[in-house]
């Protein structure tokens, strides 16, 4: 783990801005951009380090391993794949940082064969120390008689009926191996005539990674890998055979979506596209053992996949499925159970969320407080006589939502109901396309925006009938209308009933429903039309304060980072003296702390229990941050060309007093004064953890945000223990 008692991650409280010198060009031209795929990959490595760290309980690292790998898959089928393609098609055009696809592909493959080496040595050390603790990876050279019997029977009742078993001969022909296929390659000999067999033995998605062995008298859990059950079982597979050879495999395709532009009816254009995806090409193929025998090189062939496209791995394969060893009864080794807080403001008004909200803009902070409010808020509205519509964007949800059951409910209770629908959510687009058909079978208004724009903003509007007026309740998000990632992902919820963000949510939904592009919005910018024009003159106004001698300061919190527009006008805020103190959570494009050129820059990464996904920029206005005068957003969207030209999104500028505190004083301020799980990224691209000597005052923000209520959301009883990490300066 990088380590450096020098970089101080505390940026709330110091105003000392590391910088080094650096020669002019190493960073002239493109190379004042980090490359965007190699920054991805330095955040996985961040993910794994956590999965090394002794301060998290043990089956959280397991977790953290398995997020690792879960997030590789995806980075290779969607990232790696689209590099190909363009090397392919011409080796063009290349990266902000210069880098051709090519070469790209050549750096990121070096990475990422170290990567995967590490992931291998974190799993050796974790498998110890689970079995130091009782859960056991049992080897089949150590399974007892016993342990057979318990075995038969489950392979009898529960994978048998499953597996399909493939000969590979003339008049069988290698099968299609669908993305993230996991399957066993053998060479068999039949035992009566020597007769050779080649066959494949497909690891069926629908079982368990790892099947359970009955828990021993001592107390171990044991599980043993179903690879090596199957292979184990062999004999009954395929009677009157043995094994001479065999190699597991597992192969990632292309997962991105290619659309007709003009697609008549785009429902169906996806269902098509999704078939499509399953026979993508072959990007990448993870292989333990015989890659480079005669059974390896049959693999390879059929699959036409070049051979610098295989990772050979001597051990377990495939480590997503880790997150199934981590045990919710092994309370010892996971996270101590939090529940989310329901604020008191919406029990001081007997759990009505509406009538709390009309009392005063609400910005709850998730998972720290409940994302039922936010379901609680549209079945409210379902069933409240007075609601005459609703519009509201969906993303991402789950599977079986309670946000759609709700818009669903208020349809058949006689509201108009407008959902709109994003299709080109990646990975989501089947659960989204059913979740279509039945908001329509409910009789609500299903529309799917643009073609060619993603509908990412999150916003939902409630409209209600008050006397002889129409009152707009508004919702605004900075993630998705997801109650499951609402658990493990930090984002922010808006509910307000100011009169202009209720106008702005309006137009919003409009212009995506009906193409209507808006006109004179008041608190509210919007992606591709002004969101990137926004930002760049609030940024060019703090430069403006600081040539003027006033104090100027951003402080911004991100995903990702990695537009040349906004990295520019960043570094040309700071050669105008402007503080800038950044918490981006994963990509990042900017090189911090070169002196004379972005030495007013400063970068960390926070990565711990919960995944940091809330979009925040602070302008200080003329005043050091915190202040009453600070201009204060929050938004849907990364600093990427891809959300600030080809989505929908939004930003909303918040001007409630309280919530701007809210956000001043606690959300933005734990984070850039969190000690425990920040990284300070250097001017070369490394990310370097602090490691706290015994003198320090460790500081967690997560567990900040767990004790602490926010201001927005306290009731009448929290309002003398109200918790600011920092006060106004004005």
Known sequence: MNSDKGLNPDFLNSNQFQSVAVPEKEYAGPRRFFNRELSWLAFNWRVLEEAQNRNVPLLERVRFLSISATNFDEFYSVRVAGLLELARAGDYPPAADGLLPSEQLEAIDRDA???????????????????????????????????????????????????????????????????????????????????????????????????????????????????????????????????????????????????????????????????????????????????????????????????????????????????????????????????????????????????????????????????????????????????????????????????????CEAAENGKSVTALVELKARFDEAANIRQSRQLERAGAHVVYGFINLKTHAKVSSVIRREGKQLVAYTHFGTGNYHPITARIYTDLSLFTCDPALGRDGTKLINYVSGYATPKSLEHLSVAPINIRSTLLKCIRREADNAKAGKSAEIWAKLNALIDPQLIDALYDASQAGVSVSLVIRGICGLRPGIQGFSDNIRVKSVIGRFLEHSRIVCFGNRKKLPSKQARVFISSADWMERNLDRRVESLVEINNITVRDQILSQIMAANLFDHEQSWVLTPHGKYVRHVPDRRDEPFNCHRFFMENPSLSGRGSAGLKGEIRLVHSHS
């Open 113 to 407: 064969r170290h990567l995967l080496a590490a992931q291998l040595d974190v799993w050796t050390e974790l498998r110890k120390e689970m079995e130091a603790e009782g859960i056991l990876i049992q080897e089949r050279k150590n399974l007892t008689g016993e342990d057979h019997n318990y075995l038969d029977r489950v392979f009898i009742e529960n994978i048998f009926p499953v597996l399909t078993p493939l000969a590979i001969d003339p008049a069988h022909p290698f099968p299609f191996i669908p993305n993230a296929g996991f399957t066993i390659a053998m060479r068999l000999v039949r035992k009566r005539d020597r007769r050779a067999l080649r066959a494949l033995l497909p690891i069926p998605v629908q079982i368990d990674r790892f099947v359970r062995l009955y828990d021993s008298d001592k107390g171990v859990t044991r599980f043993i890998p179903l690879e090596d059950l199957l292979l184990e079982k062999i004999s009954f597979i395929f009677h009157g055979y043995s094994v001479i050879e065999s190699c597991v495999f597992r192969v990632l395709r292309d997962s991105d979506l290619e659309l007709e532009e003009e697609a008549e009816d785009l429902v169906r254009e996806f269902e098509t596209a999704l078939k499509r995806r399953r026979r993508g090409d072959v990007i990448f193929v993870s292989m333990s053992g015989a890659a480079q025998g005669d059974l390896g090189n049959l693999v390879l062939t059929e699959l036409d996949c070049a051979r610098e496209r295989v990772f050979e791995l001597p051990g377990l394969i495939g480590m997503a499925d880790l997150q199934e060893l981590v045990l919710k009864e092994k309370h010892n080794l996971l996270w101590p159970k939090f529940a989310p807080r329901v604020p008191e403001r919406v029990e001081d008004h007997n759990n009505d969320i509406l009538a709390a909200v009309k009392s005063k803009d609400m910005l709850l902070h998730h998972p720290y407080e409940t994302f039922d409010m936010v379901v609680r808020f549209l079945r409210q509205a379902a069933n409240d006589p007075q609601v005459v519509a609703i519009k509201q964007t969906l993303y991402r949800t789950s599977n079986e939502s309670p946000i759609v059951d709700a818009l």
